[in-house]
């Protein structure tokens, strides 16, 4: 099993909907859970970090980690064509301390 | 701000040449990084510096060399290029490690082995 699990897409939504995106961990020392945003030709630029369990809220995107079943995700309200990008969850925990990318799912929002 | 700096953006090597893909940052940071991001994956660290004259080894190495001189640059240096080291390659920078520090990432740059 991959440490980190992502379903890579690509996902197309209408805008004004909600865009739910989730990524599965085998890495039970993960404590640190990241979204990053990728646009076409950028690097990827941090978007939301949650530690432990919980939700966090900031603004139209909401990041939820529920470590007892290795399961995070993100959400996405009142999506925007501008939204249209790549999002990667990473994670971070354990004796390694280092970053553990998932391969990224393309979204779209048509207008 | 300049943030994170990456050249050259594009570039084709044929097999056995190499090249150094420079990267500078001005935010002070003490943690550089390099990635690289094959389609479809994710990204995977290559190698690492906590501080200029320490570097380290991430998951993937092999056929890479970095050095760090001073706190602004890291260069990565590809020796013997493989066509497996087609790939988009991200320079990065923190302030620290701490999980709550955001790695600010380059705009990348493209490399194609032919």
């Known amino acids: 099993q991959k440490e980190v699990e992502q379903d890579p897409g690509p996902l197309s939504v209408p805008e004004g909907a909600i865009v739910s995106l989730n990524c599965t961990y085998s890495?039970?020392?993960?404590?640190?859970f990241m979204w990053y945003r990728q646009y076409s030709r950028k690097g990827p630029e941090l978007l939301m970090y949650?530690?432990?369990?919980g939700n966090k809220e900031d603004g139209r995107f909401t990041a939820q980690v529920d470590k007892s079943s290795k399961y995070i995700s993100l959400f996405i309200r009142d999506s925007q064509p501008s939204d249209s990008a790549t999002y990667l969850c990473?994670?971070?925990?354990?004796?390694?301390?280092?970053?553990?990318f998932g391969k990224g799912n393309q979204v779209v929002v048509i207008p | 701000n300049a943030g994170v700096t990456q050249t050259p953006k594009f570039r084709i090597l044929k097999i056995g040449q190499s090249m150094t893909l420079q990267c500078t940052q001005d935010?002070?940071?003490?943690?550089m990084y390099w990635y690289r991001q094959d389609p479809g994956m994710g990204l995977k660290l290559i190698y690492y510096?906590?501080?200029?004259?320490?570097?380290d080894k991430g998951e993937v190495p092999n056929g890479y060399n970095v050095s760090r001189s001073t706190t602004e640059d890291f260069p990565l240096r590809l020796e013997l290029a493989a066509p497996s080291q087609t790939s988009v390659y991200f320079c990065?920078?923190?302030?620290?490690?701490?999980?709550?520090?955001?790695?600010?990432f380059g705009e990348g740059s493209w490399l194609t082995v032919v």
């Open positions: 990065a920078s923190s302030y620290s490690s701490s999980p709550g520090n955001t790695i600010y």
């Open positions: 890495n039970s020392a993960f404590q640190y």
């Open positions: 949650t530690y432990s369990s």
């Open positions: 990473a994670m971070k925990g354990g004796e390694n301390n280092r970053l553990a």
């Open positions: 935010m002070n940071h003490n943690y």
């Open positions: 510096s906590v501080g200029a004259g320490i570097t």
